[in-house]
């Protein structure tokens, strides 16, 4: 391999460092409303990052499997914070049918796209 390649590929490893660390820094400016979530309970933002006012799903968990059809949070989610140690399946689908995915918990998701999965969730369920 020579130098120019080699020079060539570390140029593009480095960038796409560097990209993924910035993809990944909220703006400065953008509100992060993580601390208005309820102990206990998963938050759901309509924004990526945090920056929308926190929707919770009441009463949780006596509810474990709920579908978004009739909700304002059907197919919106842009970002999570699982404030519970309860993780919880989304699914694509109402009624927990189509793809889904796995938010564990205590975790905190802020740009949901970042995964494939911004405004995709239509029910959920703890497990």
Known sequence: MS??????????????????????????NAADNRNQCEQGKPCFFITADFASAPW??????????????AHPLNNQVSSINMRTGRSMTIWDSWNGTGPSATVAGWNALGNLAYVGWNDRISSLKTI
């Open 3 to 28: 130098l120019k390649v080699k020079i060539s590929s570390a140029t593009v490893a480095l960038g796409l460092l560097v990209a993924a660390a910035l993809a990944g820094a909220a703006p400065a």
């Open 56 to 69: 919770a799903i009441s009463p949780w968990p006596t509810q474990p499997d709920i579908s978004l059809d």
